[in-house]
């Protein structure tokens, strides 16, 4: 069952949002800089609340079904909250399922993204059974271009010619993994 989902790695344990999770998430999200290459903002406690539990209720969702899953990323040492990363369909084609991280700008720099990432990938091709994996990202959000790279992931082109709806995506920088070549890099 996806509630009971628990990955760890060397620093890092990724698992299912809980309620009790809601004020820290909140918290790590109030720094603006978090938002630079992301299609959203700060929000209130009220609108972050009402996304959390929205969250919460995806996990729902069978692998088979038109799933989004976010899964918090605590530090395995002392349990705190530093971001999230998350697997499902990408917002303007929920057929192609993408993967996305966040970590809080206090945990930058350490490869907590890269380590993140790199789990749930596993974890979307071995127990979701995915066939491939996308990313996409800003072309000046470099961290996470690296990130995509050292996970594998192969540069695909440029995001382009969405209609107007979903126009904040064009340009974006796609990148790609399917499951074979997974298997022959791990």
Known sequence: MLKDMRLETERLIIQPYREEDLVECFQLMQDQDLFEFLDMSVMSF?????????IISCYN?????????????NLKESGK???WVGIGG????????????????????????TEAAAAL???GFDVIGLNNITAVCKPGNIASQKVMEHVGLKYQGIVQGLPK??????GELKYKLSKDEYKSII
Do not use: P, Q, R, V
């Open 61 to 73: 969702i069978d692998f088979d079904g038109d799933f989004k899953y976010s899964f918090s990323i």
């Open 165 to 170: 709806e979903y126009d904040w995506y064009n």
């Open 90 to 113: 990408i917002e303007y084609d929920h057929s192609i399922k993408e993967i996305y991280w966040l970590i809080g700008k206090k945990y930058w720099n350490n490869g907590y993204a």
């Open 121 to 123: 990938l596993t974890y």
């Open 46 to 54: 009220e609108d972050y609340g009402e996304l959390f539990h929205w």
């Open 81 to 83: 909250h530093i971001g």
